[in-house]
Structure formats: structure tokens, C-alpha cells
């Protein structure tokens, strides 16, 4: 009796351990790549971050992203203040999160070099508020290394950024986001 | 019997197994956040929105390559009545250009048309307030400044035995420490050395100690109200010089800052102000003044594309 619990704790651990390195379809990113771009009368406004965070699910495409936002950086220095102070007060939002999933996710081969066209949908926090987003991505394999890219807009007043009316000209609605990262394969256990 | 157990085993194997699964995304990317996080320090920034509280420096530097065009004026007393316009028609000003040679060291030139100063400064970022891998808890700036009082002497200056040296240069040495306490919060404490001249104003001690405090409260994104007082240490305050306490709000509009306030100093530079103001608050010579700050970036910042 006591033999036979041993021996399927043992055979509970091992599939376990088993599932973890075979199943495991993650791959991950601390140094994605996010800018954003806004045209508008008086000056273009863009800016960029190296440092996000993104974790995609091969099995399941779930997809998720984590972005500082103090890590954007500016060419203009007091553009960069300001935009953490009086636009997405960054103190008290530190963070922009996504949460989603890459529809079709299996029509994605992943084992040999290909690019793929694929939709994503998704819940986008920016500046404490969400809104459910859909865009089109782009998934390339290359050498067993996995990279993802998309570009998308969003409106600024969905996510209660507020522009005072004496630079309303100098700054659009409609912000460009650009993302771009290089994943890696997470090593299980 | 064997086959329910082995039944059994598999199917609490399988639900555990759903369990780890649906999970793990979510707990695989709280640990990459906290990984990141804790390998990154967080510098505080916009403790105050401009760098001066109201006549004195705050804590902030300028960005790198930031030239900040200051204009400041300070008016006659409100009580000098409707004749004088409640003081708009006696104005003293300064006009500064500021400039950041990087994020932690910025230098600023000056005139003023109180006792024909000239002033040069110089501020440095020794310590930033920062959270995450290394803590800081407070943000110190040490500021150097020379003001050259450019007025014609007084009769007692030009006696013929106190010769050439007519003493017109004053110098201050202050380190600010400050503290965001919250993202509506901000204090600062300024111990300050000031060796005065004596050329328009009578100090029976040249070297004087004071000590600063000033703070900033924000009322809206782009409203703060903020508080400045100095206090000179007793025994070395000139006859008939009083300590400034001023009130003020800050307006910030992007390029611009706009600081509208209330004191009892006319001078604007830190010697003026803090050992030679004359008004008192208790005898309504309170007096309304504004700056009004401009910054251009000169110098773009490179970003990889």
C-alpha cells in the first residue's frame, strides 16, 4: 500500500516535471521595445522605451506586457518631465499593462523559420484605465528566435490623459504605438 | 480497487495540472516584474516644479542642456495704496538665464536692478532621493552664488582712508535638503552662509548664518502652492533687516512657469532677500511679485532608432 502511493507521488512528479519542460511554451522579454509617435502641428512628439516586459504563451497565446513609464525616454528633456508629471502622472501610474491573446495562435508553427500575420485582442491599462483593444501583429521566426511586432493607435482621451486647452494644437489625440521585441525562450525549473 | 486509485491519481493529476497552467502566465509575470524591479533604482523626480520655491533655489536642477530664461519681478507694497497702483509702480527685477551643463549640475547668471546686482551661481545635485535598489531618502543640492552690487557708494564707502576696497561682492554657500514626501508633498530645509557687503546696506556682522525651510503643496496637476521662509540666527542680523517669508502658487503650462506670490522682499537675489529685507509682514509691506521661467532645450537628446 504504502509502496503504490510512493510510486504515483514519484509518477505525479515526474509527469509533472516532464510537462514542465516539454509543455512549457513560453517565451519572455525584459528589453521589448515600445515608441510612440505623435504628429501633430507644431512639433512631432516621439518617444521610446527599451524596457518592457512581455510574456507570450505559445500554447495558449496569451500575451502580456508590462511597461514603465518613466522608462520612456525624449529628445527633449522637460518633454520628458512633463509628460510623467502633468500627462500620465506616473507617479501614481507607474505602470501600462496589456493582457491579452494572439487569436490562432496554432496556424503558428514555431519549430521552423516563417512569418505570421496574426490578430490580437486584449485589455490595454493605460494612466489607470482600460480599454479593450484589437490590432494586427506580426510573429517571425528566425533561427529558432521568436520576435513580434505590431503597430496600433490609441486615443488619448480613452485613457483620461487630459491636454490643457493652451497646447491643445501642439499635441494630437491619436498617439502611434509601435512595439517590438525579441523573445526568449524560458528555461523551466 | 487499483484501477479507481489510478483513476483517481490521474484525475487529480489533471486537475492540478489545469490549475499550473492557467496560473503560471500570471505568476511567471509577476516574477519577471519583480526581477526587473528590484534591479532598478527609482530616481524621484519634479520634488518642486521650477527650480527656485519662490525667491530662493530649490532642490531641482535643469535637465542637461536646458536654458531656462527667468524673468522676476518683485513690486512695492500693496498698502502703498491706489497711488502707487498697490505697488505695480515700483518694481525691482531680475533677469536670469539658467543653463544645465548635465542632470545634476546647472549654472545661472543674473541682473537685477535692486542695488544694481550682478549675479552669477552655481548648483550641483549631491545626493537624489530614489527607491527601488538603492534607497535614498533625500534629495541634497549645494548652490554657490557671488552677487556684485554694482551701485555707486554711499558717502561712508567713499571716505578717503576706507580706500579702494569698497567690499561689493557678497557671497552665498547653502545646501538644500529636501524630501517628496508624496506626490502632493515636497519640504526642504536650507542652511545658509552669506558673507554680505556693505556697500547700500549696513551689516554690523559681514558673515551671517540662516537657515531656510520651504515646502510645496499641490492643488491640482498643474497648481502647486509653496511656502518659503528664512531665518537669520541671531546675533548677526543687520539693524533693520527683517527675515522673508514668502507665499506663492506655481502654474505650469508646459514650456512655461509662472510663479505668482506674496513677500516682504524686494531684492532678489539670496543676499537681498535674506539679510537685507526691510519689510515687515506685521506692518503690511507686503508686497506682490511673479517669475515667470521659459526653457529651451538646446541640445536634443539622442534615441536609438
Known amino acids: 500500500m504504502r509502496k503504490k502511493i510512493i510510486y504515483s507521488a514519484v509518477f505525479f512528479l515526474f509527469t509533472i516535471c516532464v510537462e514542465g519542460n516539454c509543455f512549457s511554451q513560453e517565451y519572455f522579454t525584459k528589453n521589448g521595445r515600445i515608441s510612440f509617435f505623435s504628429k501633430a502641428t507644431l512639433e512631432n512628439i516621439t518617444a521610446d522605451n527599451n524596457q518592457a516586459i512581455s510574456l507570450?504563451?505559445?500554447?495558449?497565446?496569451?500575451?502580456?506586457?508590462?511597461?514603465?513609464?518613466?522608462?520612456f525616454h525624449f529628445p527633449k528633456a522637460m518633454m520628458e518631465q512633463h509628460f510623467n508629471t502633468d500627462y500620465m502622472e506616473s507617479e501614481k501610474y507607474p505602470s501600462s499593462k496589456f493582457k491579452g491573446t494572439i487569436a490562432e495562435?496554432?496556424?503558428?508553427?514555431?519549430?521552423?523559420?516563417?512569418?505570421?500575420?496574426?490578430?490580437v485582442n486584449g485589455s490595454l491599462e493605460i494612466h489607470g484605465a482600460s480599454k479593450n483593444i484589437t490590432g494586427v501583429g506580426a510573429i517571425?521566426?528566425?533561427?529558432?528566435?521568436?520576435?513580434?511586432?505590431?503597430?496600433?493607435?490609441?486615443?488619448?482621451?480613452?485613457?483620461?490623459?487630459?491636454?490643457?486647452?493652451?497646447?491643445?494644437?501642439?499635441?494630437?489625440?491619436?498617439?502611434?504605438?509601435?512595439?517590438?521585441?525579441?523573445y526568449e525562450k524560458r528555461m523551466s525549473n | 480497487m487499483l484501477a479507481i486509485k489510478l483513476g483517481f491519481t490521474v484525475m487529480l493529476f489533471f486537475v492540478f495540472e489545469g490549475m499550473i497552467l492557467a496560473q503560471d502566465t500570471s505568476n511567471l509575470m509577476n516574477q519577471l516584474e519583480k526581477e526587473v524591479a528590484q534591479n532598478e533604482t527609482v530616481y524621484t523626480t519634479a520634488t518642486f516644479k521650477s527650480t527656485r520655491i519662490i525667491n530662493g533655489h530649490s532642490i531641482e536642477t535643469l535637465p542637461a542642456h536646458v536654458l531656462d530664461l527667468r524673468i522676476s519681478h518683485r513690486f512695492g507694497p500693496v498698502s502703498s495704496g491706489i497711488y502707487n497702483f498697490f505697488g505695480l509702480d515700483n518694481a525691482t527685477m531680475r533677469l536670469g538665464f539658467d543653463y544645465g551643463i548635465n542632470s545634476n549640475i546647472m549654472v545661472g547668471v543674473g541682473h537685477s536692478t535692486y542695488q544694481k546686482t550682478y549675479d552669477a551661481f552655481f548648483k550641483a545635485k549631491i545626493l537624489r532621493q530614489s527607491t527601488g535598489k538603492l534607497i535614498m531618502p533625500v534629495t541634497a543640492t549645494f548652490v554657490s552664488a557671488i552677487a556684485l552690487n554694482s551701485l555707486k557708494p554711499r558717502d561712508f564707502d567713499s571716505k578717503p582712508d576706507s580706500g579702494v576696497d569698497i567690499n561689493r561682492a557678497s557671497y552665498v554657500f547653502q545646501l538644500l535638503i529636501g524630501r517628496k514626501f508624496s506626490g502632493k508633498f515636497?519640504?526642504?530645509?536650507?542652511?545658509?552662509?552669506?558673507?554680505?557687503?556693505?556697500?547700500?546696506?549696513?551689516?554690523?556682522?559681514?558673515?551671517?548664518?540662516?537657515?531656510?525651510?520651504?515646502?510645496?503643496?499641490?492643488?491640482?496637476?498643474r497648481i502647486s502652492f509653496n511656502a518659503e521662509?528664512?531665518?537669520?540666527?541671531?546675533?548677526?542680523?543687520?539693524?533693520?533687516?527683517?527675515?522673508?517669508?514668502?507665499?506663492?502658487?506655481?502654474i505650469g503650462t508646459g514650456g512655461h512657469v509662472f510663479q505668482l506670490h506674496f513677500t516682504n522682499?524686494?531684492?532678489?537675489?539670496?543676499?537681498?532677500?535674506?539679510?537685507?529685507?526691510?519689510?515687515?509682514?506685521?506692518?503690511?509691506?507686503?508686497?506682490?511679485?511673479?517669475n515667470i521661467s521659459r526653457v529651451f532645450q538646446l541640445k536634443k537628446k539622442r534615441i536609438n532608432n
Open chain 2, 265 to 290: 522682499s524686494m531684492g532678489l537675489t539670496e543676499k537681498s532677500f535674506i539679510t537685507e529685507t526691510t519689510g515687515r509682514w506685521d506692518h503690511s509691506d507686503v508686497l506682490f511679485g511673479f
Open chain 1, 105 to 119: 495562435i496554432n496556424k503558428v508553427d514555431f519549430s521552423k523559420d516563417g512569418s505570421y500575420k496574426v490578430n
Open chain 2, 229 to 250: 521662509y528664512y531665518y537669520q540666527l541671531p546675533g548677526n542680523k543687520a539693524p533693520g533687516s527683517h527675515n522673508v517669508l514668502s507665499f506663492g502658487i506655481d
Open chain 2, 186 to 221: 515636497s519640504l526642504q530645509i536650507m542652511p545658509t552662509f552669506i558673507h554680505a557687503d556693505n556697500i547700500s546696506f549696513l551689516h554690523n556682522e559681514h558673515n551671517i548664518f540662516a537657515i531656510g525651510i520651504g515646502g510645496k503643496h499641490k492643488i491640482s496637476k
Open chain 1, 140 to 182: 517571425s521566426i528566425k533561427d529558432g528566435k521568436l520576435s513580434a511586432t505590431s503597430v496600433f493607435k490609441i486615443i488619448l482621451k480613452d485613457y483620461n490623459i487630459d491636454i490643457p486647452s493652451i497646447v491643445i494644437n501642439n499635441i494630437s489625440q491619436q498617439i502611434e504605438i509601435i512595439v517590438s521585441c525579441q
Open chain 1, 56 to 71: 507570450l504563451n505559445t500554447q495558449t497565446g496569451e500575451l502580456r506586457f508590462h511597461v514603465l513609464i518613466n522608462a
